[in-house]
């Protein structure tokens, strides 16, 4: 659902504010109940990030414990979405108004692997890729039980598989191939229209990972690749096994982790082959 503009910036001037206060810098002389027009555009135009809903840029440890802490005011079913996500509500005037709340507990469930775990591991995975499209997902506790808590994303727009959408070139077919390499390499088997969604500055962001960081090996069930961003791939090249034990060891277990390292391995020969056919100018964006 898209926010009233007004309430959007007074959330973005209230995060300001935050950051700045953990940073140990003083915050702006006008109160924070009236930053409104003119003052949260001043705001916004000395400190915001890249315009539209990417707002985590730089901010991603304080939105995280956030994440953890706000007081949550209400918590109700959202109408949509194969694991019946819920939607937490944070108190009016709070830094973030909303977040996804799974609590989905590891294990088999209508045939498919589902687990919280896996929404935290692809987000600290994006992190550690460089990708900014996985919104901030954190482990959180909730009336006696552990789930994921995701930063809820407002003023974006639903991808139409019959209709797909295609933004601003190149850095459109880029977002594109990040998403399929990074598909590829988690083993999420659930990329479908309801997970992609988009926003007035052409962010592509990626959600609903429950399903991901199976053990599995091949690449089956997984969007192929046609074409290449070589500075993601080479990050994708350069990660350790060391790297993810750091990096999502705490959500998945060793056979998970091991199987990423196969499916890269797996993806290089695909590239390869295709980087053989048509050449490195026909398989790697400029």
């Given amino acids: 659902m898209v926010e009233p503009c007004m309430e959007h910036r007074a959330r973005v001037a209230w995060l300001l504010v935050l950051v700045a206060a953990l940073a140990g810098v003083a915050p702006t002389s006008i109160a924070v109940s009236r930053l409104t027009g003119n003052a949260v555009l001043a705001a916004q135009a000395q400190t915001a990030p890249a315009a539209g809903v990417l707002l985590w840029t730089g901010q991603e440890a304080t939105i995280e414990e956030s994440l953890r802490t706000l007081k949550i005011d209400r918590i109700e079913t959202v109408p949509i979405g194969v694991t019946k996500p819920k939607r937490a509500f944070f108190p009016s005037g709070a830094p973030l108004a909303s977040a996804t709340w799974k609590p989905l507990q590891p294990g088999v469930r209508k045939g498919y692997w589902e687990s919280y775990k896996s929404e935290i591991a692809a987000y600290e995975l994006d992190k550690l890729l460089g990708m900014q499209m996985v919104p901030p997902a954190v482990e959180r506790e909730i009336d006696s039980e552990k789930g994921a808590v995701i930063l809820w994303l407002d003023g974006v727009k639903g991808w139409n598989m019959k209709e797909p959408v295609r933004g601003p070139e190149p850095e459109w077919s880029r977002q594109v191939s990040r998403m ?33 960081f199976t053990d599995r090996t091949d690449l089956k069930g997984t969007g192929p690749i046609q074409t290449v961003d070589p500075k993601l791939w080479d990050r994708i090249n350069a990660v350790t096994r060391d790297d993810l034990d750091r990096v999502v060891g705490p959500w998945l277990d060793g056979r998970a982790i091991g199987a990423i390292l196969t499916r890269r391995d797996k993806m290089r020969d695909e590239i390869n082959k295709r980087v053989a056919k048509l050449g490195e100018a026909g398989v790697f964006l400029k």
């Fill in 180 to 212: 399929k390499l990074f598909d590829q390499l988690i083993a999420n088997i659930d990329r479908n229209a309801g997970n992609l969604l988009y926003d007035d500055s052409w962010h592509l962001f990626l959600i609903d990972h429950s399903r991901a």
